[in-house]
Protein backbone atom coordinates (compact mmCIF):
# COMPACT_ATOMS: atom_id res chain seq x y z
CA UNK A 1 0.00 0.00 0.00
CA UNK A 2 1.29 3.23 -1.10
CA UNK A 3 1.62 5.90 1.41
CA UNK A 4 -0.68 9.08 0.82
CA UNK A 5 0.97 12.43 0.79
CA UNK A 6 0.07 14.26 4.16
CA UNK A 7 0.96 17.84 2.31
CA UNK A 8 -0.86 21.38 3.40
CA UNK A 9 -2.51 20.92 -0.09
CA UNK A 10 -5.22 18.33 1.21
CA UNK A 11 -6.70 20.75 3.05
CA UNK A 12 -6.82 23.30 6.17
CA UNK A 13 -9.83 24.17 6.02
CA UNK A 14 -10.93 21.57 8.81
CA UNK A 15 -13.94 19.86 8.74
CA UNK A 16 -16.39 19.45 11.86
CA UNK A 17 -17.49 15.88 12.49
CA UNK A 18 -18.78 13.83 15.44
CA UNK A 19 -16.85 10.97 17.26
CA UNK A 20 -19.15 8.17 15.71
CA UNK A 21 -17.84 9.97 11.92
CA UNK A 22 -14.02 10.19 13.21
CA UNK A 23 -14.57 6.37 13.84
CA UNK A 24 -16.26 5.64 10.65
CA UNK A 25 -13.32 7.14 9.04
CA UNK A 26 -10.36 5.34 11.24
CA UNK A 27 -12.57 1.91 9.99
CA UNK A 28 -12.21 3.31 6.40
CA UNK A 29 -7.91 4.09 6.90
CA UNK A 30 -7.77 0.80 8.48
CA UNK A 31 -8.71 -0.51 5.08
CA UNK A 32 -6.51 2.07 3.24
CA UNK A 33 -9.00 4.06 2.21
CA UNK A 34 -7.57 7.81 1.04
CA UNK A 35 -10.49 9.50 0.68
CA UNK A 36 -11.37 9.33 4.41
CA UNK A 37 -7.45 9.58 5.72
CA UNK A 38 -7.63 12.56 3.74
CA UNK A 39 -11.12 14.02 5.19
CA UNK A 40 -9.50 13.13 8.91
CA UNK A 41 -6.64 14.96 7.58
CA UNK A 42 -8.62 18.69 7.08
CA UNK A 43 -10.48 17.68 10.67
CA UNK A 44 -7.05 17.57 12.45
CA UNK A 45 -5.25 20.25 10.45
CA UNK A 46 -6.22 22.64 12.17
CA UNK A 47 -6.28 21.45 16.06
CA UNK A 48 -3.35 20.00 15.85
CA UNK A 49 -1.60 22.66 14.21
CA UNK A 50 -2.47 25.25 16.89
CA UNK A 51 -1.88 22.75 19.81
CA UNK A 52 1.64 21.67 18.49
CA UNK A 53 2.78 25.49 17.56
CA UNK A 54 2.22 26.77 20.90
CA UNK A 55 4.37 23.15 21.94
CA UNK A 56 7.42 23.33 20.15
CA UNK A 57 6.71 27.30 19.07
CA UNK A 58 8.88 26.18 15.21
CA UNK A 59 6.55 26.51 11.96
CA UNK A 60 8.73 23.80 9.99
CA UNK A 61 9.21 21.38 12.76
CA UNK A 62 5.38 21.69 13.49
CA UNK A 63 4.54 20.42 10.42
CA UNK A 64 7.17 17.68 10.56
CA UNK A 65 5.19 16.48 13.68
CA UNK A 66 1.70 16.91 12.48
CA UNK A 67 2.88 14.63 9.99
CA UNK A 68 4.61 12.06 11.50
CA UNK A 69 1.42 12.60 14.08
CA UNK A 70 -0.82 11.96 11.31
CA UNK A 71 1.53 9.18 9.35
CA UNK A 72 0.60 6.66 12.52
CA UNK A 73 -3.25 7.15 11.74
CA UNK A 74 -2.54 6.01 8.18
CA UNK A 75 -0.14 3.27 9.06
CA UNK A 76 -1.00 1.52 12.47
CA UNK A 77 -5.03 3.11 12.88
CA UNK A 78 -5.77 -0.80 14.27
CA UNK A 79 -3.34 0.32 17.55
CA UNK A 80 -6.57 2.47 18.66
CA UNK A 81 -8.54 0.36 21.22
CA UNK A 82 -11.52 2.78 21.48
CA UNK A 83 -10.42 2.96 25.17
CA UNK A 84 -10.18 6.92 24.71
CA UNK A 85 -11.84 9.37 22.57
CA UNK A 86 -10.09 9.08 18.96
CA UNK A 87 -9.17 12.92 19.48
CA UNK A 88 -7.39 11.59 22.90
CA UNK A 89 -5.27 9.10 21.17
CA UNK A 90 -4.47 11.21 17.96
CA UNK A 91 -3.44 14.11 20.12
CA UNK A 92 -1.16 11.94 22.60
CA UNK A 93 0.68 10.65 19.40
CA UNK A 94 1.03 14.62 18.35
CA UNK A 95 2.15 15.07 21.85
CA UNK A 96 4.96 12.15 22.01
CA UNK A 97 5.98 13.31 18.31
CA UNK A 98 6.22 16.66 19.73
CA UNK A 99 8.20 15.66 22.86
CA UNK A 100 10.58 13.69 21.18
CA UNK A 101 11.18 16.51 18.09
CA UNK A 102 12.19 18.75 20.95
CA UNK A 103 14.48 16.93 22.52
CA UNK A 104 16.34 16.27 19.08
CA UNK A 105 16.49 20.24 18.41
CA UNK A 106 16.85 21.49 22.14
CA UNK A 107 18.36 25.03 21.25
CA UNK A 108 15.95 27.80 21.64
CA UNK A 109 14.34 29.50 17.92
CA UNK A 110 12.19 32.17 17.98
CA UNK A 111 9.12 32.37 16.12
CA UNK A 112 9.38 35.66 14.31
CA UNK A 113 5.83 35.24 12.91
CA UNK A 114 3.85 34.16 15.94
CA UNK A 115 2.41 37.77 16.67
CA UNK A 116 1.25 37.71 12.74
CA UNK A 117 -1.05 34.03 13.36
CA UNK A 118 -4.35 33.70 14.43
CA UNK A 119 -5.95 30.35 15.20
CA UNK A 120 -7.01 28.64 12.14
CA UNK A 121 -10.53 27.87 13.90
CA UNK A 122 -11.12 31.41 14.57
CA UNK A 123 -14.43 33.12 13.09
CA UNK A 124 -13.98 36.57 11.19
CA UNK A 125 -16.01 38.09 13.87
CA UNK A 126 -13.81 36.55 16.60
CA UNK A 127 -10.44 37.07 14.94
CA UNK A 128 -9.20 40.29 16.77
CA UNK A 129 -10.06 39.65 20.16
CA UNK A 130 -9.30 35.92 19.87
CA UNK A 131 -6.04 37.39 18.50
CA UNK A 132 -5.04 39.81 21.40
CA UNK A 133 -5.93 36.57 24.08
CA UNK A 134 -3.61 34.03 22.21
CA UNK A 135 -0.95 36.59 21.54
CA UNK A 136 -0.45 37.33 25.16
CA UNK A 137 -1.13 34.12 26.28
CA UNK A 138 1.12 32.71 23.81
CA UNK A 139 3.98 35.21 24.85
CA UNK A 140 3.33 34.13 28.25
CA UNK A 141 3.36 30.21 27.55
CA UNK A 142 6.53 30.86 25.90
CA UNK A 143 8.34 31.17 28.99
CA UNK A 144 7.20 27.50 30.71
CA UNK A 145 8.52 24.30 29.98
CA UNK A 146 7.44 21.78 27.14
CA UNK A 147 5.34 19.92 29.40
CA UNK A 148 3.57 22.76 31.19
CA UNK A 149 2.85 24.87 27.78
CA UNK A 150 1.42 21.36 26.93
CA UNK A 151 -1.25 21.52 29.72
CA UNK A 152 -2.26 24.95 29.30
CA UNK A 153 -2.70 24.75 25.41
CA UNK A 154 -5.07 21.24 25.86
CA UNK A 155 -6.88 23.30 28.53
CA UNK A 156 -7.78 26.91 27.31
CA UNK A 157 -7.31 26.52 23.50
CA UNK A 158 -9.14 22.76 23.25
CA UNK A 159 -10.65 22.97 26.49
CA UNK A 160 -9.93 18.84 27.17
CA UNK A 161 -10.77 17.56 31.22
CA UNK A 162 -7.31 16.56 33.49
CA UNK A 163 -8.23 13.10 32.88
CA UNK A 164 -8.11 13.56 29.45
CA UNK A 165 -5.27 15.34 29.21
CA UNK A 166 -3.61 12.80 31.41
CA UNK A 167 -3.94 10.50 28.75
CA UNK A 168 -2.44 12.71 26.13
CA UNK A 169 1.00 13.68 28.10
CA UNK A 170 0.85 10.14 29.89
CA UNK A 171 1.08 10.65 33.34
CA UNK A 172 -1.36 11.08 36.78
CA UNK A 173 -3.75 13.48 36.84
CA UNK A 174 -2.66 15.21 39.82
CA UNK A 175 0.48 15.31 37.75
CA UNK A 176 -1.44 17.39 35.13
CA UNK A 177 -2.82 19.45 38.23
CA UNK A 178 -0.20 19.94 39.67
CA UNK A 179 1.50 21.15 36.45
CA UNK A 180 -1.78 23.44 35.46
CA UNK A 181 -0.90 24.69 39.46
CA UNK A 182 2.56 26.30 38.72
CA UNK A 183 2.01 27.17 35.05
CA UNK A 184 -1.31 29.32 36.32
CA UNK A 185 1.12 30.80 38.84
CA UNK A 186 3.46 31.52 36.50
CA UNK A 187 1.21 32.99 33.79
CA UNK A 188 -0.64 35.37 36.58
CA UNK A 189 2.83 36.74 37.10
CA UNK A 190 3.54 37.29 33.64
CA UNK A 191 0.31 38.75 32.27
CA UNK A 192 0.02 41.30 35.23
CA UNK A 193 -3.74 40.92 35.57
CA UNK A 194 -4.57 40.98 31.79
CA UNK A 195 -6.53 37.14 31.42
CA UNK A 196 -7.55 36.77 35.11
CA UNK A 197 -10.51 35.46 33.35
CA UNK A 198 -8.86 32.95 31.49
CA UNK A 199 -6.47 31.89 34.08
Known amino acids: MNHPRTSASIGKAGGRANGADELRLLERIKGGDRAAFEQLYRIYHPRLTRFLLNLVRRP ?71 K ?41 VDTVKTRMFHARRHLRRRLAGELDDWI
Open 60 to 130: LLVEEVLNDTLMVVWERGDSFSGASKLSTWIFAIGYRKAMKALRRQDEPVEDSERDLRISPEAGPEEALDH
Open 132 to 172: RVHNLLVEAMAHLSADHRAVVDLTYFHELSYREIAEIVDCP
